[in-house]
């Protein structure tokens, strides 16, 4: 699950930019205390050799980034608890540890095959949809059944996780069933003869552990994914999950295979950097991929036909000038004058594929609130992007945001400082100077 969806928002082409480093890839806002396992150290933990059910367990458990949403921040890893943001109300992940009273201990493989293959639980009750059945759906029974098999190795953990808060009548789970039979059904994988072993792989990946679609695909008032517009972009909780289709301007269609590879395995390539829910995406699941995985996938993204391609924009002059004073000002010392950036340290905007979506919300969000790139074990020392909330008005911000979305080669609808208030609000970030104590923020 990925946990701006509420899973799952995602800044999958990330804008993440940097200015400053941390030692050793640690997060301060999610370092745990000396008694709790990391995620890290949980994932990495070797498997006792000839246990090659664990260990394909444990790659499918990084494949699925079951850490991301099943671990709250400063908790123990896998043991739940993290408030997952739906348009419906939070929904709390359960803690995956195997501890008897409050985890899976005691769950048996045929129950857990039926949580990821239909949505139920062990005593038949529905699982709300923010839980990725719909795409876990495709695992095989041998696959769940390693999955339980390493889950049940990882350290048992006490705890129980808060009540969802859900509003009636999206509190009563047998709702649930309605929305199965519109939106859902159950079926393993099913391989296309006609592609390549590699091209199956890939989509196997994407499809069905990696459940990409569930924040990468645009979605109805009843929270199901629009059909015929696969990937091609979500909006949830406040970040934008972009277009991952072949679109040459707001998609892949311009990146090549091995900069899809560099930017999962290291969470950065020439074009952009991984941040905003992202960055634990590829953290703690793409990053630690075989190539040989990171490579299928690839290639099945690659094939995917390209979105609609939107009206040229035609932005106000007099905002285009205020706004390219303003990036002179705040932003060329990292981006400098033409947007070309520093690739791999300040990713270029000129041809960012963020900076040009049809919702503007991710650009708007970094403005504000700042960004911080994904840590990876060939690039630890994340970098961070400050907030300039408390620095810019929002009519500030939105002629910076247009200008940067309508200026070398770039082009996308303009942004309205009606636009910026609505997200101020939203993250509830002060116009004040930040204090001493405070870092960046607003």
């Known amino acids: 699950m990925r946990r701006a969806l509420a899973l799952a928002a995602a800044l999958a082409l990330g804008l993440g930019l940097g200015v400053t480093g941390i030692a050793a890839g640690q997060d301060p806002s999610k370092t745990p205390s000396p008694a709790v396992l990391s995620p890290f150290n949980l994932l990495n933990r070797p498997v006792p050799s000839g246990q090659a059910e664990l260990e394909r367990g444990r790659q499918l458990t990084i494949q699925g980034d079951c850490v991301s949403c099943h671990t709250r921040d400063g908790g123990e890893a896998m043991a739940g608890g993290l408030g997952l943001n739906t348009p419906f109300g939070v929904v709390y992940s359960p803690n995956l540890t195997p501890d008897a009273q409050t985890g899976i201990g005691n769950w048996t493989p045929e129950q857990f095959y039926r949580a990821m293959h239909e949505g139920k639980d062990p005593q038949g009750r529905f699982l709300y949809p923010v839980f990725p059945y719909v795409y876990f759906t495709q695992i095989s029974r041998a696959?769940?059944?390693?999955?339980?098999?390493?889950?049940?190795?990882?350290?048992?953990?006490?705890?129980?996780?808060?009540?969802?808060?859900?509003?009636?009548?999206?509190?009563?789970?047998?709702?649930?069933?309605?929305?199965?039979?519109?939106?859902?059904?159950?079926?393993?994988?099913?391989?296309?003869?006609?592609?390549?072993?590699?091209?199956?792989?890939?989509?196997?990946?994407?499809?069905?552990?990696?459940?990409?679609?569930?924040?990468?695909?645009?979605?109805?008032?009843?929270?199901?994914?629009?059909?015929?517009?696969?990937?091609?972009?979500?909006?949830?909780?406040?970040w934008l999950a972009p277009d991952l289709t072949g679109n040459p301007r707001t998609g892949l269609g311009s990146w090549s295979q091995a900069e899809i590879v560099e930017y999962l395995k290291t969470g950065r390539n020439p074009r952009a950097q991984a941040g905003g829910p992202m960055a634990e995406v590829v953290s703690w699941s793409t990053s630690l991929m075989?190539?040989?995985?990171?490579?299928?996938?690839?290639?099945?993204?690659?094939?995917?036909?390209?979105?609609?391609?939107?009206?040229?924009?035609?932005?106000?002059?007099?905002?285009?000038?205020?706004?390219?004073?303003?990036?002179?000002?705040?932003?060329?010392s990292c981006?400098?004058?033409?947007?070309?950036?520093?690739?791999?340290?300040?990713?270029?905007?000129?041809?960012?594929?963020?900076?040009?979506?049809?919702?503007?919300?991710?650009?708007?969000?970094?403005?504000?609130?700042?960004?911080?790139?994904?840590?990876?074990?060939?690039?630890?020392?994340?970098?961070?992007?400050?907030?300039?909330?408390?620095?810019?008005?929002?009519?500030?911000?939105?002629?910076?945001?247009?200008?940067?979305?309508?200026?070398?080669?770039?082009?996308?609808?303009?942004?309205?400082?009606?636009?910026?208030?609505?997200?101020?609000?939203?993250?509830?970030?002060?116009?004040?100077?930040?204090?001493?104590?405070?870092?960046?923020?607003?």
């Open 143 to 238: 696959d769940t059944d390693a999955i339980l098999a390493y889950l049940k190795t990882v350290p048992a953990v006490s705890y129980t996780p808060p009540a969802n808060r859900m509003p009636f009548p999206f509190n009563i789970r047998a709702l649930v069933w309605g929305w199965n039979l519109l939106f859902f059904r159950a079926h393993d994988f099913r391989p296309d003869p006609s592609q390549s072993a590699e091209w199956n792989r890939g989509a196997f990946l994407v499809s069905g552990p990696g459940h990409c679609a569930q924040c990468h695909t645009p979605t109805n008032f009843l929270g199901a994914n629009v059909t015929g517009k696969p990937f091609h972009g979500g909006f949830l909780d406040n």
């Open 290 to 332: 075989s190539d040989a995985d990171l490579d299928a996938i690839a290639v099945y993204l690659k094939s995917i036909p390209a979105s609609p391609t939107a009206a040229p924009a035609s932005p106000e002059p007099a905002a285009m000038k205020r706004g390219g004073e303003i990036f002179s000002d705040a932003c060329a």
């Open 335 to 442: 981006h400098l004058d033409a947007g070309k950036g520093q690739p791999r340290f300040f990713p270029p905007v000129a041809g960012n594929t963020v900076t040009q979506q049809a919702n503007p919300g991710t650009l708007i969000h970094l403005i504000l609130g700042g960004g911080r790139t994904a840590p990876t074990q060939s690039r630890p020392s994340p970098l961070t992007m400050p907030s300039f909330a408390w620095k810019l008005t929002d009519p500030q911000i939105a002629d910076v945001a247009t200008y940067v979305r309508n200026s070398w080669g770039n082009s996308a609808a303009p942004v309205s400082a009606g636009d910026v208030a609505r997200m101020r609000g939203k993250l509830k970030l002060s116009t004040s100077p930040p204090t001493a104590n405070s870092g960046d923020g607003g």
